[in-house]
């Protein structure tokens, strides 16, 4: 079936669709029909229809080994007799609430997924299928906190989304874990998930054959490593979308996660009264954290955080065996069609958690040249000050060629979302990524979001909460087009878009859903999506002014090559 492009019709009917108090569970308002059932390999679900989608949540794809067994691969669910009730999403994994905004979970049983297609779905009839990864910097997020329907309903697909282990349970390595996935755990769930739907999404009307994979922030990083193992997730996947990941962002080698002084575990470990000294025996030190409450392991888990993130997916092992990097140079990576980007002001969003949750030593004032130097430069670029003074002046300087920007949380941030080494979530590095990956994939396209109505209080940052800087198009401020009412919080209640933003919001799922069912993005009545060359091929996603422009430009990209090249 064709999708459905004409904004205005869309537009209307998601105004009418969205009248409901309470998007994560059923009830008798919400809920048309509780009478579907569907055969999986594990046992038959019942799901519900909800916001113009069938839906099935919380179906166990995996059985997590916890307690006493933990950090070991998935492994298969257990079967069920009778009728398993699929209306509510299952627990989100173990994680620390964040920033004010987000959850606490102390669940390590949490091994589900979700899917959606649309309620008026035929039999027979044979959807593209889209598998969300969820963000959270791999210490946080969850399958619970996003609506699928949008991307079902208007896109025509059957969507897909999955828990998966994270922190310390899922992206951390240990000498005593298995050598071959050692610190992959995380990535490990999430292909056992992939590999549920090849046996199970046809039942739900779902072609095997035409999967793509997409997440954003930690979600995309992720999407990257699956990229980077060919050898492991070939016939998972037939396309990918990136959104804010750059896959040329450094991670740390399996040996240094084991040998490192400031190794994670040897941290996790300590915390809670664990063995690290040389002499310990390694068996016994893991036998010893297997003992541990989850909340005390989430609590060393926090105390040995530190920066914009500190866990991470690790190479060298099987679970992803080489860099990026290496990847690009060798072209041993998955050869799909690529959609990839992010958004204008993505580090806005830390720079304003740097203001609003202070930890350590910071200044009186963070908008002086003081801060830039003493505080902004070493939290954005690491302690290095090689760079310090080229990186002050091109952007606060005032000689000839020099930007000349008065120093606030808004130009701190900015300069940072244009490239920033200590995270993967940055312009140019998208823009390296794709110069990088293109010459080896059938087509990539790229895409920068810049709403700068893009709600964030209430989304990104908690209800009641303002850095005191104009924020802008920040990192995953574009969720909300895609999934509606997102707040990073099971309650799904984030604040309605704006006329203009929700009519981006159609087009931008117009576009997403016609990749996933072709591998190109372009959709009749839609501006024209060119395959990324470089220049001025990357398509602009700003209300009414969708085309293409030069992003490395915008971004400064040449000057940062000159630093980081």
């Known amino acids: 079936m064709k999708i459905r492009t004409h904004a205005l019709v869309i537009y209307f009917i998601l105004l009418s669709g969205l009248a409901f108090s309470c998007y994560g569970c059923a009830s008798s308002s919400s809920v048309a029909n509780s009478g579907l059932t569907i055969m999986t390999d594990k046992g038959t679900v019942q799901g519900v229809v909800r916001n113009g989608v069938q839906e099935f949540r919380g179906i166990p794809y995996a059985a997590a080994p916890i307690g006493e067994l933990r950090w070991a691969l998935p492994q298969p669910a257990a079967p069920w007799e009778g009728v398993k009730d699929a209306s509510n999403f299952g627990s989100a994994c173990a994680q620390q609430a964040r920033y004010s905004l987000t959850q606490e979970s102390l669940d390590e049983d949490c091994l589900t997924l979700n899917v959606s297609r649309p309620a008026d779905w035929q039999p027979g009839e044979k959807l593209p299928v889209l598998f969300w990864i969820h963000g959270g910097a791999f210490v946080g997020g969850s399958s619970s906190l996003y609506r699928l329907d949008k991307l079902a309903n208007q896109g025509r697909m059957v969507v897909v989304s999955a828990n998966y282990r994270l922190g310390a349970f899922g992206f951390m390595a240990h000498p005593a874990f298995d050598t071959a996935t050692n610190g992959g755990y995380g990535l490990e769930d999430q292909r056992f998930a992939m590999a549920w739907v090849q046996r199970n999404i046809a039942a739900f009307g779902g072609d095997p054959d035409n999967v ?4 954003e922030s930690s979600g995309g990083g992720a999407v990257c490593m699956h990229l980077l193992s060919p050898e492991r997730v070939n016939g998972l996947f037939h396309k990918a979308i990136v959104q804010s990941a750059g896959c040329l962002q450094p991670m740390p080698t399996i040996q240094e996660s084991l040998t490192s002084s400031s190794a994670l575990w040897k941290q996790v470990a300590a915390n809670v009264g664990c063995d690290t000294s040389a002499t310990a025996d390694s068996a016994a030190s893991l036998a010893c954290m297997r003992g541990k409450k989850v909340a005390d392991i989430l609590t060393a888990q926090g105390a ?8 991470s997916p690790i190479i060298g092992n099987n679970t992803v065996p080489r860099s990026g990097t290496d990847a690009a140079k060798s072209g041993n990576l998955m050869k799909v069609p690529l959609l990839m980007g992010g958004t204008r002001d993505e580090l806005r969003l830390y720079a304003a958690y740097a203001v609003l949750f202070p930890t350590g030593k910071q200044p009186d004032n963070f908008f002086t ?15 290095d ?7 002050y002046n091109h952007y606060f300087g005032t000689a000839e060629g020099q930007l000349g920007l008065a120093i606030t949380g808004a130009t701190v941030g900015s300069m940072a979302s244009d490239r920033a080494p200590v995270v993967g979530i940055n312009n140019c590095l998208y823009l390296k ?4 990956f293109s ?3 059938p087509a990539l396209y790229q895409f920068e979001f810049a709403d700068k109505n893009a709600p964030v209080l209430g989304v990104g940052i908690a209800k ?7 924020l802008g198009a920040v990192h995953s401020s574009e969720l909300n087009y895609l999934f509606p009412k997102l707040s990073n919080t099971t309650a799904i209640d984030g604040p309605d878009l704006q006329p203009t933003s929700q009519l981006l919001a159609d087009q931008m799922v117009a576009y997403w859903a016609a990749f996933a069912r072709t591998g190109t993005p372009n959709v009749s009545g839609l501006p024209t999506w060119p395959v990324y060359k470089g220049g001025a091929t990357v398509m602009l996603l700003d209300p009414g002014n969708i085309g293409l422009y030069d992003a490395s430009t915008r971004h400064q990209c040449g000057f940062w090559a000159t630093i980081f090249p």
């Open 369 to 383: 040249k003081d801060a830039v130097y003493n505080f902004w430069l070493p939290y954005f670029y690491g302690s």
């Open 433 to 436: 990524t794709s110069d990088a």
């Open 464 to 470: 009641g909460m303002d850095p005191g800087f104009e």
């Open 385 to 391: 000050t090689t760079h310090y003074d080229a990186i």
């Open 439 to 441: 010459p080896w994939v």
């Open 304 to 311: 040995a955080s530190s920066g914009v993130m500190t866990f």
């Open 212 to 215: 793509t994979i997409a997440g």
